[in-house]
């Protein structure tokens, strides 16, 4: 594609299309088998645009290699817009089938995912389920046809996702949606703020009731709302969407800007329990400082790789990956283990886990380093964790079994912890600034939302649909305090006795001080934390430190000679040299071995010895495959059978002194019916081989034996 395009139309497929090169469009209608009738009154790329929406490897990502589906989640997590260093390996195949496009940014390659192809994938363990993205992919069909009807200014045209295109250049720009909230009639805004303080979620009953509604239309399912009501009119915008059978849901983007306008609102109920925190230090006796879950989850990716790697075909065996399936939870046993071995808590584990398979740095793709997470620095590691967890796709705290993955695809219902989330995340915005923030006040915070009722009959209702016990709000932000933020390294906690004690929220235990970390400042700032500037360098001769501009490529590419050491602020990984003897063993070239290393870190004089010397060729051997040895004592007898021509071809040329190999394909019984036209017997296994052939029709005439010369004699095969 060109370097330079109308920003409105950079992600539309049609537009992408004309843009191409007239061969390369050519190659793709011929690879694809696209039927191309110039009757038509729209030109071929649209045409072309027509046929690739309809291609089944978007809604089924099992067509797809796993590191083109990795690769295209990425570009979708960045709006279709994605800019590289270089060019990844996955994209050759999804160039080929005209998923994917590429074009120069000047300072890289920038990956498109058009619009039309981000409207239709389906949701990924990363991904918030409440987006408006995912919501988009798998809303009914009058939805989307109301939705790009609106924005297209004209009914809609099959097919849909194509139409949705102009919709999504305004929804999915969180300038343009905010531009578009601000058009909306007082009665629409009131209605979509009655929806926000329920917590963002309500029935079909609920939602007629909010828009004063009289009519009820009845189906088989219930209550039916209007199409000229004012929630259809919210709905054709995008800004409530509703969801199989009976609910309606305010998207992620939609309500961040809605909930601005209650600020204001909840200021005065607040500002008692802001001036009870700074009015006195609340620090405790007992503290446990949280660390960067960074280092952890590099090591976690690296020991994930251990076994696999290091075997001689580079095929996951017993090992970690080997426990790990696609699709499927970590299993307990497996995190069990990988807790003892870091000395770490198991359910900080299992969330650092699951937060790194959403990213997909359990991923084989990930160590390619020019697409992410391959291109990820280790200090971005910190920040890509927090937004994983953020968006709940992969981890939920309403749950007993907090991950999304331990459950079936069609069993993975959301719940409404995402909006626990953010009151507590703002809430830590205006409490805690550097200072200790005793649980009792920040839980006292939390009840004066307007959300909290709203929440406590969502989660209720969610807990009925998806048949567990329902938890209240209040039991979600502990577990998201307690556990949570503290493995993502955002709060400190301690216990003190002497500190205010709330029995509805401390329980049993000592009562419970937490403080906002200056890293945590940074993440609810929306700012990428203070990086350590310190390079990657070799503390002595094995131990390798890695530092904040570490690229996770580099590091998982020396995981098969390399272990994991200590994990705590920094990652330490231990190059020795049976570690460098075991890769060598395994068929990497030192060359290779020196390369990925010099990658991170420069070579201390004592690995670099280590390689060059491993490098030394002292001698050469030449493999030939043969399908046995003829033990032949006689030397006259040996260049007999390698001379003559019924048997030169059934040997080996040259063959090792005491015999001849025999030629690969030569069966036993041939080489014996060759060797005994010259004289020479084959024993097996102590029996004289005969061979098995029929003599020809006609008088038989009797033949003297040779006489036996000392050229002649018997040869043992072994095979």
């Known amino acids: 594609m060109p370097t330079s395009r109308p920003p409105e139309s950079v992600q539309r497929l049609a537009d992408i299309l004309r843009a191409l090169p007239q061969g390369e469009l050519n190659g793709l209608i011929d690879r694809l088998g696209i039927r191309v009738d110039p009757a038509k009154r729209i030109d071929a790329p649209s045409q072309v645009a027509r046929a690739l929406v309809s291609l089944p490897d978007l809604r089924d990502p099992a067509r797809l290699n796993p590191a083109c589906v990795e690769l295209m989640h990425r570009v979708a997590e960045a709006r279709g817009s994605l800019i590289v260093s270089a060019v990844p390996p996955a994209l050759e195949p999804l160039l080929a089938r005209g998923l994917m496009f590429a074009r120069s940014a000047g300072i890289g390659v920038e990956l498109i995912l058009p619009g039309a192809y981000l409207v239709q994938l389906k949701t990924w363990e990363g991904e918030d389920p409440r987006g408006l993205r995912a919501l988009l992919s798998q809303a009914s069909f009058e939805t989307m046809s109301a939705i790009s009807s609106h924005y297209l200014g004209r009914p809609a045209t099959p097919p849909i996702a194509l139409s949705l295109e102009p919709a999504w250049e305004v929804i999915g720009d969180p300038e343009k949606l905010a531009e578009e909230t601000s058009k909306l009639s007082p009665t629409e805004r009131r209605v979509l703020e009655g929806v926000e303080a329920e917590g963002g979620e309500v029935d079909t009953e609920e939602l007629l009731e909010l828009e004063r509604e009289p009519l009820r239309l009845r189906t088989a399912t219930g209550a039916t709302p209007s199409r000229r009501g004012v929630g259809f009119s919210l709905e054709r915008r995008a800004l409530l969407i509703p969801v199989h059978p009976n609910r309606h849901v305010i998207p992620t983007e939609v309500s961040a800007i809605i909930g601005k306008a209650h600020h204001k609102e909840r200021a005065a109920q607040r500002e008692e329990v802001k001036s009870f925190v700074a009015s006195g230090d609340h620090a405790p006796r007992r503290a446990r400082f949280s660390l960067d879950p960074a280092p952890l989850a590099m090591g976690l990716a690296v020991v994930a790789r251990e076994s696999s790697a290091r075997s001689p075909e580079g095929r996951s065996g017993s090992g970690t990956f080997a426990e790990v399936r696609v699709g499927v939870g970590t299993p307990k046993s497996l995190v069990q283990k990988l807790a003892t071995r870091f000395g770490r808590e198991p359910s900080h584990v299992a969330l650092v886990v699951a937060l790194s398979r959403a990213i997909g740095l359990w991923d084989a793709s990930a160590t390619n380093a020019t697409s992410p997470p391959g291109s990820f620095t280790m200090h971005d590691l910190t920040r890509r964790l927090f937004v994983a ?103 400190d906690l301690g216990e003190d006795e002497d500190l205010p004690h709330s029995p509805d929220v401390d329980g049993n235990g000592a009562p419970i001080a937490l403080r906002v970390t200056a890293r945590g400042r940074a993440l609810l700032a929306d700012k990428p934390p203070a990086g350590d500037a310190t390079p990657s360098k070799f503390l002595d001769t094995h131990v390798l430190r890695l530092g904040g501009e570490a690229r996770v490529g580099a590091v998982l590419g020396i995981a098969p000679f390399v272990e994991v050491g200590r994990a705590a602020e920094t990652l330490d990984l231990i190059v020795a040299p049976q570690t460098l003897a075991r890769a060598l063993s395994a068929g990497l070239e030192a060359d290779l071995l020196r390369a990925r290393i010099e990658a991170i870190a420069a070579l201390p004089e004592s690995l670099s010895r280590t390689l060059a010397e491993a490098s030394v060729v002292v001698g050469r051997g030449t493999w030939s495959a043969a399908t046995g040895f003829l033990w032949v004592e006689d030397a006259n007898i040996r260049e007999m059978l390698r001379t003559r021509r019924p048997t030169q071809e059934l040997f080996v040329d040259p063959s090792p002194p005491g015999g001849l190999l025999v030629a690969p394909g030569v069966e036993l019984e041939r080489l014996a019916r060759r060797c005994r036209t010259i004289g020479v017997e084959i024993l097996a296994q102590g029996q004289v081989v005969r061979a098995r052939t029929i003599p020809p029709p006609g008088p038989t005439k009797s033949i003297p034996p040779p006489r036996m010369t000392p050229s002649r004699g018997t040869a043992k095969v072994h095979k």
């Open 389 to 491: 967890w953020r968006r709940g796709g992969a981890w939920d705290e309403a749950r007993l079994e907090a991950e999304m993955l331990r459950l079936a695809p069609e069993a993975r219902d959301s719940s409404p912890a995402g909006v626990v989330r953010d009151m507590v995340l703002e809430a830590l915005r205006e409490l805690g600034e550097g200072r200790w923030v005793p649980w009792s006040s920040l839980a006292g915070w939390l009840r004066n939302d307007h959300r909290v009722p709203g929440l406590a009959r969502l989660l209720r209702r969610w807990a009925e649909r998806v048949g567990t016990e329902p938890v209240d709000p209040m039991e979600v932000a502990r577990r998201i305090v307690h556990e949570s933020l503290p493995a993502l390294g955002i709060v």
